[in-house]
Nanobody, 116 residues
Framework: QVQLVESGGGLVQAGGSLRLSCAAS????????MSWFRQAPGKEREIVSSIAWGDVYTYYADSVKGRFTISKDNAKNTIYLQMTNLKPEDTAIYYCAADGTTGRSWGQGTQVTVSS
């Protein structure tokens, strides 16, 4: 199992920026894919972005392409989600997830609220 701790959420005005962090521990990470999901009130959890720990693969949902950037710091075992030009519809709890050979681990989530 991988332990995940998110940070960096908060309240921001539309058009603003936030950077989320997810610190991982507990296993080696070369074969793990890390992702950010979000869940807005009354909606299902949806994937936002993914990055493969061991190579350069990245994925972005269409709704965030060009605005969000996922990155990783191997030395710190941490991934980031840089969010720019935020919109009210980005308001949600953002969760970090790690997918490995033993299944998926989740972080506790961090709230992002974008005011109009």
């Amino acid at each position: 199992q991988v332990q995940l701790v998110e940070s960096g959420g908060g309240l921001v005005q539309a058009g603003g920026s936030l950077r989320l962090s997810c610190a991982a521990s507990g296993r080696t990470f070369s074969r793990i894919t890390m992702s950010w999901f979000r869940q807005a009130p009354g909606k299902e959890r949806e994937i936002v972005s993914s990055i493969a720990w061991g190579d350069v693969y990245t994925y972005y949902a269409d709704s965030v392409k060009g605005r969000f950037t996922i990155s990783k710091d191997n030395a710190k075992n941490t991934i980031y989600l840089q969010m720019t030009n935020l919109k009210p519809e980005d308001t949600a709890i953002y969760y970090c997830a790690a997918d490995g050979t033993t299944g998926r681990s989740w972080g506790q989530g961090t709230q992002v609220t974008v005011s109009s």
